[in-house]
């Protein structure tokens, strides 16, 4: 193991913080766009019955890791479907032999891989300009899938890409579409603050000019008396909404606070919002005039901060949610307070931690799960399970979260109970991931400018496609909402949220298994129709080496792909399929390779491939 | 060709919905039995919050005067890429006490229809939960929908009356009570989005078909026949998607295969009346939303094959948040919201069911009065059209408040308090479609609070 972090171990004491906060009768329901209990709808503000939290057995004593720290071979694939890109027959071998906690050890020491630097040579033309595709951005995002499919640094990698769908841009608005270096240099601030502060995090995303342009605070001018432009309020509502704190007051655990009407109270009024606005007056791109039209910027002002133009920044106080930034405040000043006061605010450990569980491991986190992990956010370290303390101490640290969400109990130990209700369906990007790493795809360059460019970078968002394409949703609220219910499904029933199922449709289900066609079904020398060599094949020579053996290639794919979890019924249809392609012999390289493949197709649409229990 | 950008800079897909919360189905049996001709309802959602202050422009002399006042900065902006002063405007007919207005250029065919009496605007429409004024709205004692100026809870109040998590809307509920009329055999189709699982047309029983522009897709099987002649690997690949292959203990499975069993249905079933089709739609606009609609009007055609009575569709287009660069974007939503309208209207009067077929739009919120520079910010209350054979048009319904602040219904820099409810509206088409009032009221339970009088001829 590398050493280059120092382990600190300090008193649990230190770590845990005490649990003094009253469960309001709420569980596992959304914070935000939840349903007053008082309304008609009152099927979703029941408890759900089935996510009753794991009881503390050590009652006082909040041990979060008394989980056991080496997981066999199914425990591992499924730890791993949750923590990377996918897992291969090589990281779960890594982590059966490593444990738990020194494979998250070992994670946190991989370095970023930089977009940006890869990306600035072929990008630092005109701003247009690309010969190739004309969209600039498919360079950056690229180059995210081939770190997500090749990449050493997988948990960084995931949590980068779990923080995307918090602190969302969208590659597919009009104003950042091109925009392909100032995408690349907003995937390295997420990747750089996947293991960092969150408030350094949420200060480096303020000043990305790609969300600048994004929430259209960039160029945000103080008001005007004479023509009574006001601060556009864009940002403003959105970084309080969706970026820290929500609409409602938060118990730690993440349930409702509710006041003497039984009414949850609201965090913020429109009166926070336009005060707030005024804060966020007076960026603009670096090195150049104020609100200069962005077609014309240089590139390398689109890799730096945001600057702060005073003489455009919102003269007076600023008072929002009870506090009040003084007129002595310069630009910079202002917005470094308004931030602190987001980050300090209680709602912040809880909902964000909710927000990332939902994005790993869960759709429906038990209250007491939201809690732990808000604790490590707000305690700033984990205890691993080999005892080793992870984290600076500090409010915000994010490794300890991402430790105390991959470690708690309620995910890797899944009772008989919890097992009806736990997981979550997971969205086509990471499916796609899974397969490409479980496949072993051959490294390939995502900037070769072969076919594999194109098929990273186009735009998988549409509908007729894999449905999803990272960096590009339809808007900030993400590609679905934390708290979006299926109408009329069993999860609905049971009071469940169920985030990806929104954008499952009756054309999405079929577009995403004619998508992995095209991938699980393509030989190695395959060419397009303009004769281009295909890239994004599929290794499956140790499959193939098994697979005149049903059962036991049946058991190789069941680990690869479905975390052991594959039912009898389903193995059974699988192996009818593969036996049905009759051998010549055992050399039948061809026979076994198309074995293999149906199979794999077979278990990519399964519920069992889609979902992540 | 399919419009590949999407939605840009669209707001949210995302709404939430929501199982069911028990309904007394026993109430919608009222349908005026004899009223049994196919109608359809098209909800045409706004994403991102339509400048209704930028779509009904003030026309007369002296109203122009005060809006290009405090409107000074966009106007300028316009000058060079769409010019929107007094004199660039298409006059629309009729007055309110002596007040005109006029639509942008781009709006044109809306206009043409307008005047022709074929569409209507509604003025001042927006989600309400009991008649409120600036003074009540300012002190707190009014009561207001809860989440005003936000995007996503205010689309979910426009289509479903509560913030985001709202369970069924009312779309969807109409088509509850359709169902439970029994005027729609095959429900499948009831209720079709062509946008993502919309929580308008979801219901307590009813949940929307979604599909897309290019239609229902098929199952692509090309790489494996080479390998399987037979129907071996194609029916147990079917099974295998829906899920038939065995029992799961997760509820998030049994959905996964569940939705993807109905999907694999529906899609054949509409694929089958499709491909029968003989309707020709040469003069729909390439755009994404002039796709949409031209797929809900191939829909309509095969309305009889399909037994359908009554159908609720909801299409959407995006891009309409503009904070920033209004001059640059909006003209070109409205355009092609305005093409599009127009060629839908004129494909129902080629199908000869023009008088059956209501379309109106709906959008998160209109905006600020007040620029913040470029742009303009979240409001409340907007302006929006309904057109159709059916609908009593030419006239402007509802007010349309002066250009200026601080009156009787300024929530603050002029977003708009509304002045007519979104439950009057969903009433007034409910109505048309042969809801009784026990039923209307079951459906949109807000509207007992308020006047049904004020769009009671918006249908004839």
Known sequence: MSATRSWVKVSLAQVVCAFTVACAPMNGELPEGTVPPDTSAGSISEPAPTAAPPTDAEAGETNTNSVHDSPNSSQASRFLQASTFGPNSDSIGELVQIGYSDWIKSQLDKPVVSIVDRATPILSSDYRANAKTGVRTHVPISLFYENAILGEGQLRARAAYSLSQVFVVSADEGGIYFDGLGVSRYMDILQEGAFGNFRDLLEEVTYSPVMGEFLTYKGNRKANPVTGAAPDENFAREIMQLFTIGLYELNLDGTLKFDEQGQPIETYSNQDVLELAKVFTGLSFDGIPFDTDPESILSQSRTKRMAMFDEHHSIGPKTFLGQTIPATYSGEESIERALDILFQHPNTAPFISRLLIQRLTTSNPSPSYVERVATAFESGSFRLPDGDVIGSGMRGDLPAVWAAILLDREFLELSEVDSRTFGKVREPVLRWTHWARAANVPAFNALSGDQTVDELGIDHADQGRLGQRAFSAPSVFNFYRPGYIAAGSRTAEAGLVAPELQITTATSVVAYANFMVQFVFRDPGQSNGSGVELGLVGDYSQEIEIANDPDALIERLDLLYTAGRMTDDTKLEVSRVINSVMLEDDEDFERLRDRVQLAVQLIVVSPEFIVQQ | MIDRRRFLKATCAGLGVGAGFASNLASFNAFASEDDTYKALVCVFLYGGMDAHDTIIPYDQSSSFAFERIRDQLLSGYDSVSPRRRSSLLALNGDLEGRTFGLPTELAPLRDLYNDGHAAVIGNIGPLIEPIERTAFVNGSGIRPKKLFSHNDQQSTWMASSPEGALSGWGGRIADALQAASLNPRSSFSAVSMDLNSIFVTGNQVQPFVTSTSGPPELFFEGYHRVLGSGEFSNTYQNMLRGSAGVSDNLFMEDVAEITKRSLDSNTL?????????????????????????????????????????????????????????????????????????????????????????????????????????????????????????????????????????????????????????????????????LSETDLHDVIPGLKNFDSDVLSKLMK
């Not at chain 2, 390439?286 to 609609?293: E, H, I």
């Not at chain 2, 037994?307 to 070109?332: E, N």
């Not at chain 2, 600020?368 to 048009?393: I, M, R």
């Open chain 2, 270 to 434: 509409l694929e089958q009346e499709l491909s029968s089709s003989r309707m020709v739609m040469a003069d729909f606009p390439t755009s994404n939303l002039g796709g949409q609609l031209e797929m809900v009007a191939k829909i309509i055609e095969r309305r009889e094959s399909l037994g359908l009575k009554r159908q609720i569709f909801f299409v959407a287009m995006g891009g309409f948040d503009t904070h920033s660069g209004q001059v640059t974007k909006l003209p070109a939503l409205q355009s092609e919201l305005a093409h599009s309208l127009k060629a839908f209207y004129d494909a129902t009067v080629r199908l000869g069911i023009e008088d059956q077929v209501t379309t109106f739009t709906a959008s998160d919120f209109g905006r600020t009065l007040g620029v913040n520079g470029d742009g303009t910010d979240h409001g409340w209350g907007a302006h929006h059209f309904a057109l159709g054979g059916a609908v009593n048009g030419g006239r402007v319904y509802g007010n349309i408040p002066p250009p200026e602040f601080g009156h009787d219904y300024d929530a603050g820099r002029g977003r708009l308090i509304p002045q007519i409810a979104v439950d009057q509206y969903a009433s007034a088409f409910g109505r048309w479609f042969g």
